[in-house]
T-cell receptor, first 115, second 112 residues
Framework: DTAVSQTPKYLVTQMGNDKSIKCEQN?????MYWYKQDSKKFLKIMFS???????INETVPNRFSPKSPDKAHLNLHINSLELGDSAVYFC?????FGTGRETQYFGPGTRLLVL | DAKTTQPNSMESNEEEPVHLPCNHS???????IHWYRQLPSQGPEYVIH???SNVNNRMASLAIAEDRKSSTLILHRATLRDAAVYYC?????????????FGQGTILTVHP
């Protein structure tokens, strides 16, 4: 069984559209994260949730809205997509939170291309 | 956040040991040293972490300098599957809330 899964794997869409990316983890972790990897391969954290509560919001535009229906899921909804949103989006989860020791488990990524 | 400095790239031959260095001269006492790697077209993968003492696991060893200003990830016998980008990351215990700050990393090429 895949520990952290994301759907879809690929997403091609037009500017201005609204899209969602789903993430599920079956590890029983309490904390989940969204990261963005741009064309230069830099990975940056966007959000983190602990027990369904938003903990980190790294100055991401309001067009991005994470939603955590339960501890096993953290979805990312993006409104009014722009060209600059094209990137690979990774979901991750961890058991520990805030200790510095937490090990994060990453999903396979969702490759978003905005035309 | 304390920053890390890694070489842009390194090369190794298969079956040989690889030592990947990381400098973190501004590390604070509560910062944990983590290593992740990213294989082509995959998500990052945890490798190892430590605070002060050297650490070993099934994937690698982590050697931490006595003053903690640098560390070295050691792959004892490189395989082709170890070709990846390796990231050295500091995570502050108690304040960073799991925020991994990825730098450029080191691109490791393994030759058959």
């Amino acid at each position: 069984d895949t520990a952290v899964s994301q759907t879809p794997k690929y997403l091609v869409t037009q500017m201005g559209n609204d899209k969602s990316i789903k993430c599920e983890q079956n590890l029983g972790h309490d904390t989940m994260y969204w990261y963005k990897q741009d064309s230069k391969k830099f990975l940056k954290i966007m959000f983190s949730y602990n027990n369904k509560e938003l903990i980190i919001n790294e100055t991401v535009p309001n067009r991005f809205s994470p939603k955590s229906p339960d501890k096993a899921h953290l979805n990312l909804h993006i409104n009014s997509l722009e060209l600059g949103d094209s990137a690979v989006y990774f979901c991750a989860s961890s058991q520990e939170f805030g200790t510095g020791r937490e090990t994060q488990y990453f999903g396979p990524g969702t490759r978003l291309l905005v035309l | 956040d304390a920053k890390t400095t890694q070489p842009n790239s390194m090369e190794s031959n298969e079956e040989e040991p690889v030592h990947l260095p990381c400098n973190h001269s501004t590390i604070s006492g509560t910062d944990y040293i983590h290593w992740y790697r990213q294989l082509p077209s995959q998500g990052p993968e945890y490798v190892i972490h430590g605070l002060t003492s050297n650490v070993n696991n099934r994937m690698a060893s982590l050697a931490i300098a006595e003053d903690r200003k640098s560390s070295t990830l050691i792959l004892h016998r490189a395989t082709l599957r170890d070709a990846a980008v390796y990231y050295c990351i500091l995570i502050a215990g108690g304040t960073s809330y799991g925020k991994l700050t990825f730098g450029q990393g080191t691109i490791l090429t393994v030759h058959p």
